[in-house]
C-alpha cells in the first residue's frame, strides 16, 4: 500500500483497487488478531487471582460500576484517538492494544458470572456472536450501500442506551430483556456502520483504527449476546 497522510482527503472509496483491497485484507487480519488476543487475554485473566478481585470492584456497590463504566468510556475515547490519529503506526497500534485491555478487564466480571452456567454458555455467545458479525459483513459488503446515514440514530441511540444504563443503576431496577434485544439492534446497526466505513471512508493507511473499530462493535454485541443467553438460562 502507498505511504498517505491519514489527515488527506484520500480515502479508501477513491483509492486504486489494490490499495483498496489491501486495505481491507489488513483491516479484518488485525480484527482476527484483536479477537485473538483478547480471547489469550481473557482466558489469562480469569485463570488468575486477580479475576475475582477485578469482579469486587467493579460489583462492590453501584457507584463502583457506574466509575468502572467512566473509566472505561475515558479509556476507550483515548484508546480510539491514539489508532486514528497517530503519525505513526506504533501509536496507532498503541491504541489498539489498550482498546483490547479495557475490554479484556470490563469483560472479566460478565464472563465470571457466565461461567457459572457452565463452559458451553461462552462458546456459544461466542459462536452466535460471530455469526451475526460475519452474516452483518456480507450484507454491508454484497449490497453496496453507503450505511453512513445510520451514524446520526447510532449516536443519539447509544446516548439514550447510555443514559438509561445509569438511570438503572443509581436507581437499581433491572433493564431486562427488552433493553438487551433494542441493544443487539442498535449494535447490529453499529456494525452494518462501520463495515460501511470500511469500505468507503477511511483513509488507506487507517487499517489500525478500522480494525479498532470492527473490533469495538464485535465486543459490545459479544456483552450483550452474553447477558441475553444467561437471562434466557436463568428462567429456565
Known sequence: ??????????????????????????????VAGA??????????????????VLANLMFGGKWSWLIVLGLFMFVSHIATKWASTATTIGGQYAGLGLYVLIEVIILCPLLMLASRFGEG?????GLITGGVFIGLTWVAFTSGKDFSFLGGF???????????????????????????????????????YQTSNVM?????????????????????????????????????
Not at 35 to 48: D, N, R, T, W
Not at 203 to 217: G, K, R
Open 35 to 52: 479477537v485473538g488476543a483478547f480471547v489469550l487475554l481473557e482466558s489469562m485473566l480469569l485463570a488468575s487471582p486477580l479475576a475475582p
Open 154 to 192: 447510532l449516536k443519539v441511540g447509544f446516548f439514550v442506551a447510555l443514559a438509561t444504563i445509569v438511570v438503572g443503576i443509581a436507581f437499581g431496577f433491572n433493564l431486562g430483556l427488552w433493553f438487551t434485544g433494542a441493544m443487539l439492534l442498535l449494535v447490529g446497526g453499529s456494525i452494518l
Open 121 to 125: 454458555l461462552i462458546m456459544k455467545a
Open 1 to 30: 500500500m502507498n505511504d498517505y497522510s491519514p489527515h488527506s482527503d484520500y480515502t479508501v472509496n477513491t483509492a486504486a483497487s489494490v490499495d483498496r483491497a489491501t486495505f481491507i485484507r489488513q483491516t479484518y487480519l488485525h
Open 200 to 236: 468507503h471512508h477511511y483513509h488507506p493507511s487507517q487499517y489500525v483504527a478500522a480494525s479498532l473499530a470492527l473490533f469495538a462493535s464485535i465486543a459490545t454485541l459479544f456483552w450483550y449476546v452474553l447477558q441475553l443467553l444467561m437471562s434466557l438460562n436463568s428462567r429456565d
